[in-house]
């Protein structure tokens, strides 16, 4: 038996068949009105759009659902009050060739102090030229960093005074090579030399020479000028006058030092006074030279605190017999006041976040502790730690900043 359908039902799918039929004409009229290429490229594009729907459909049918099983590592991470951090790895073990530990061991080093100091000339190997009679000066010989040798001549000065002095030596000196052509007069004679010999003294006393007096005595001609020499093997340092100036008795004229006799000076602070004495020994590295390690013996401790910088001045001979150093080269000393125990270890085993410093030990095969130490840089390349480790503790000398990371990653 046939059913029949309802017929208002009929009605209105027979109307939305010619909507479908009536829009299909529409586009296929539209379609077949546009130009060759446009519809080329629609058929390009319905083709893609169908390429993509079938991969799809093929994709979702061949879906391969896999159970993946993924392990949690436990990681544990405890810090006490002490600032201590303590970290658990289960089943992670340390590259060797990245992460070295070492035994920790006890051995005697020295303790130091830092003086930050420069190197000057050394006062007592210099002198200074001053005028020994009132003038003026003629010429002078050589300026600031000149290098003169014992017996140049420095400054040339005129001065009546000094013209008189050697008239009264010629004076004397005539009267003695008179009284000495007659015998009876040996105690005439006697008293003329003990005045030449005065006479000869106040000329080293305002710079002549002894050449000078022999010279005067041969040619009997006075010299205008009195030429200033140099007492000593050096360079000129400092020099107080220019050509054509006047000079009074005692004035300074030129400093002249030795630049193979160098001192240090450096300043210790004033709480570190106590440690300080002479005698102590010092390592001394200049900025100049990176590479060089001078060993002095500070000589000298000054008695007072100098009011402006707070500290204490000390001082030390360095014999600077190749010329390398200069004087006011800045320096860099390190002052032995006595010697402790420290476990010494590379830089690569220290980590310094602001003011603390860090070092690492481990606990345990797969069990690491990082623990604040204190110390001090022993020679640019090491680290003497004097708290906070402890002797036969295997500590981390090698990877220690990769570790920490490690740590803060978990902190």
């Given amino acids: 038996m046939k059913k029949h359908l309802n017929p208002k039902l009929t009605e209105h799918i027979k109307t939305f068949v010619k909507l479908v039929q009536h829009k299909l004409g529409a586009v296929s009229k539209a379609y077949w009105e546009l130009s060759p290429e446009k519809r080329y490229r629609i058929r390009l594009a319905l083709f893609a759009f169908g390429i993509l729907v079938l991969g799809f459909i093929a994709g979702r049918l061949t879906t391969v659902h896999r159970i993946i099983k ?61 005028a020994r009679v009132s003038g003026r000066v003629e010429r002078i010989f050589s300026f600031e960093g000149a290098s003169i040798d014992v017996g140049s001549p420095v400054i040339e000065l005129y001065s009546p005074e000094f013209n008189s002095a050697q008239q009264e030596f010629l004076l004397t000196h005539q009267t003695v090579k008179i009284l000495s052509q007659n015998s009876s007069l040996t105690n005439l004679l006697a008293d003329a030399k003990i005045t030449q010999d005065a006479a000869a003294n106040r000329l080293r006393n305002l710079g002549f020479a002894d050449s000078d007096i022999l010279s005067l005595e041969r040619s009997g001609k006075t010299s205008p000028n009195l030429l200033m020499r140099s007492p000593l093997k050096g360079v000129v340092v400092k020099r107080n006058v220019e050509p054509g100036a006047i000079v009074g008795s005692g004035e300074p004229l030129v400093f002249l030092a030795d630049p193979k006799a160098l001192w240090f000076t450096g300043n210790v602070f004033e709480q570190d006074a106590r440690l300080i004495e002479r005698g102590q020994r010092m390592r001394i590295h200049l900025e100049a030279y990176p590479d060089r390690e001078i060993i002095v013996q500070v000589n000298y401790v000054s008695p007072t605190v100098d009011a402006q910088s707070r500290g204490i001045m000390i001082r030390a001979d360095i014999n600077n017999t190749d010329g390398s150093l200069r004087p006011d080269m800045f320096a860099n000393a390190k002052l032995q006041i006595g010697t402790t125990q420290a476990i010494v270890v590379p830089q690569t085993a ?49 990877g220690a900043v990769l570790l920490n990371e490690r740590f803060t990653k978990q902190e």
């Fill in 70 to 130: 993924t392990e949690q590592q436990e990681k544990e991470i405890v810090v006490d009050r002490s600032g201590i951090i303590s970290l658990s790895m289960p089943g992670i073990n340390l590259n060797p060739e990245i992460y070295r530990f070492e035994k920790a061991t006890l051995q005697k080093v020295p303790e130091e102090i830092k003086v930050p100091g420069r190197l000057v000339f050394n006062a007592e190997k210099g002198k200074l030229l001053s």
């Fill in 350 to 398: 220290i980590v310094r976040d602001k003011e603390a410093i860090y070092a690492f030990v481990r606990t345990g095969p797969e069990n690491y502790r990082r623990i604040i130490v204190k110390g001090f840089d022993f020679d640019g390349k090491r680290f003497a730690i004097t708290d906070g480790i402890e002797p036969n503790t295997e500590i981390l000398v090698k």
